[in-house]
């Protein structure tokens, strides 16, 4: 009973570099959505997506990019990191957007950059 | 516009004691959906309990329950008999109907006391 699985757990980038946080959730969930957590701000919505090649902006979007060819997959990509991207990463998912629908988490990518 | 407020950054019980974590909402959708969320010191983020608002009822999940008034805009949590594994961050969230987003507080760190 995998859920929502994100790859890499903990990543270190160096500022500049592009990389791709991996989410996959097999529950077929039409929502998908990326948020960071920060100390004392709670958690921000980066990007979400309805259901397959539909996907819409945040609170938090720049500097990040998402696609989603497929209803399990949603990966997020960091253009070119910055110090400010340092922060805990989760992808969570629910069956629709519908207010009544919980949304059910990652297990959360600690991601530093330097 | 959406806020949810949390206004205790931490809280201290005793085991076995109850203790109550507030939440506020703000909102003009008429529909939405109001949750709690655990997140241990390991990082994951755990759902706990879910209260609509149009249920008239409290929502109970074993030891946990919602303290929800409408009229106020307050949707607290209670937990009874607090045990040790109780000690983590704790966030209210609300789903409106509309908009596709979840909003978080900024949680309550509770620690339980031998």
């Known amino acids: 009973n995998a859920g929502v699985t994100q790859t890499p757990k903990f990543q270190v980038l160096k500022t500049g570099q592009s990389m791709t946080l991996q989410c996959a959730q097999d529950?077929?969930?039409?929502?998908m959505s990326w948020y960071r957590q920060d100390p004392g701000m709670g958690l921000r919505l980066i990007h979400y997506?309805?259901?397959?090649?539909?996907?819409d902006q945040g609170e938090v979007p720049n500097g990040y990019n998402v696609s989603r060819s497929t209803t399990e997959d949603f990966p997020l990509r960091l253009l070119s990191a910055a110090p400010s991207q340092t922060s805990v990463y989760f992808c969570?998912?629910?069956?629709?957007?519908?207010?009544?629908?919980?949304?059910?988490f990652g297990e959360g990518s600690w991601l530093t950059v330097v | 516009a959406q806020k949810i407020t949390q206004t205790q950054p931490g809280m201290f019980v005793q085991e076995k004691e109850a203790v109550t974590l507030d939440c506020t909402y703000d909102?003009?959708?008429?529909?939405?959906?109001l949750f709690w969320y655990k997140q241990p010191s390991s990082g994951e983020m755990i759902f706990l309990i879910y209260?609509?608002?149009?249920?008239?009822q409290n929502a109970t999940e074993g030891r946990y329950s919602l303290n929800f008034q409408k009229a106020r805009k307050s949707a607290n949590l209670v937990i009874s008999a607090s045990q040790l594994g109780d000690s983590a961050m704790y966030f209210c969230?609300?789903?409106?109907?509309?908009?596709?987003?979840?909003?978080f507080g900024t949680g309550t760190s509770l620690t339980v006391i031998p």
């Open positions: 969570a998912s629910s069956y629709t957007e519908y207010s009544g629908n919980t949304i059910y």
């Open positions: 529950m077929n969930h039409e929502y």
């Open positions: 997506s309805v259901g397959a090649g539909i996907t």
């Open positions: 909102t003009s959708d008429q529909s939405y959906g």
């Open positions: 209260q609509g608002s149009y249920d008239e």
């Open positions: 969230a609300m789903r409106p109907n509309t908009g596709n987003q979840f909003y």
